[in-house]
């Protein structure tokens, strides 16, 4: 597992100070800021906020996709369902916004019992 690095206050301090007096520098940090923040929009493309990822589903999951379709609303239930349902039973990844959005119908389905 790969840790954090965390720059120390020294560090921290010689980069405030080399930011404040070296254009080009500041201009290439700017630059390299904004091709990541480019980078990360044109790869959400699902309606959820994506720290990005890929996952096999759960067994409670991948069951209730397969198997029981209350709380879907839209299409975009029923293929997050089919998606999920099919990466459990093959045991291969899905993204885990699919998994959102089967895990938002679970609730639902939950709360479809209160009264």
Known sequence: MRRQWYPSRGERKAFAI??????????????????RAAKRIAS?????PSAGG??????QQGLFATFDRRGTRSQEDEEAMEIVGSAWSTSTKCHHNYIHRVNECMRRADNSYED
């Open 54 to 59: 890929e996952f096999v589903p759960t067994k």
């Open 44 to 48: 959400s493309a699902y309606d959820y």
């Open 18 to 35: 080399r930011m404040r007096e070296d254009q080009e520098f500041r201009e290439a940090y700017q630059e390299r800021k904004a091709k």
